[in-house]
């Protein structure tokens, strides 16, 4: 019946599990996933083309005046951008679109796109979190305090999201996800060509 993809973003703090829960949604064809830009070097593990587009600054800012980024931040320290063409092409494919971004770039998306879905992934306290992120071993405690803050800041925005879910097991944050999909999917706003469809023979 809904022959459009859902655009949906998924942000929230650094340590929150996010990279975790859209490879697991990323188990179902339903879904693709929109890979970033950014300047940021490379993780261990972490390819060029399925992590993310590694670029220079000067490469990255190129993107910016070309008009060829649908959002872009800067974040402690580096930026992060989301090429328009690929999120275009897909959800006229009929393809759910992830796209894993911080805070400030999914405002942006939203006010471009209005019926864009963003969903706050978060654990269920700071401190949890702060475990989390000693936990993962790679930042010195500078960088920790950082995204610490940074994540008390983004807490802050939290009402300007359509859902929020809390990562305690990625299978009950990956199963409520898709259950907000499902219900988006069939949200009256989503269908404006059902009277016609329904008019001239049914629907799909």
Do not use: H, W
């Not at 590694?54 to 951008?81: D, M, P, V």
């Not at 275009?88 to 209005?114: F, S, T």
């Not at 879905?117 to 010195?140: C, K, M, Q, Y």
């Amino acid at each position: 019946m809904f022959d459009k993809g859902i655009l949906l973003i998924i942000s929230g703090p650094s340590g929150a599990g996010k990279g975790t829960v859209v490879n697991e949604l990323m188990k179902d064809d339903r879904f693709c996933l929109s890979v970033s830009v950014t300047t940021r070097r490379p993780r261990p593990g972490e390819k060029e083309g399925s992590s993310y587009y590694f670029r220079t600054e000067a490469e990255f800012k190129k993107l910016i005046e070309q008009g060829e980024l649908l959002e872009y931040a800067l974040f402690c320290g580096n930026f992060y951008g989301t090429p328009i063409k690929f999120v275009e092409e897909k959800l006229a494919e009929g393809k759910n679109v992830i796209l894993e971004i911080e805070v400030q770039g999914a405002i942006q998306v939203k006010e471009r796109y209005p019926d864009a879905v963003l969903i706050f992934l978060t654990p269920d306290s700071i401190s949890a979190l702060e475990d989390r992120l000693r936990g993962r071993g790679t930042e010195n405690d500078d960088v920790i305090a950082m995204r610490l803050r940074r994540a008390r800041e983004e807490v802050k925005l939290i009402q300007k999201y359509d859902y929020i879910v809390l990562n305690d097991l990625v299978r009950n944050a990956t199963s409520q996800i898709n259950k907000i999909v499902d219900t988006e999917k069939y949200a009256a706003e989503r269908n404006t060509d059902f009277p016609k469809k329904f008019l001239n023979g049914g629907v799909d």
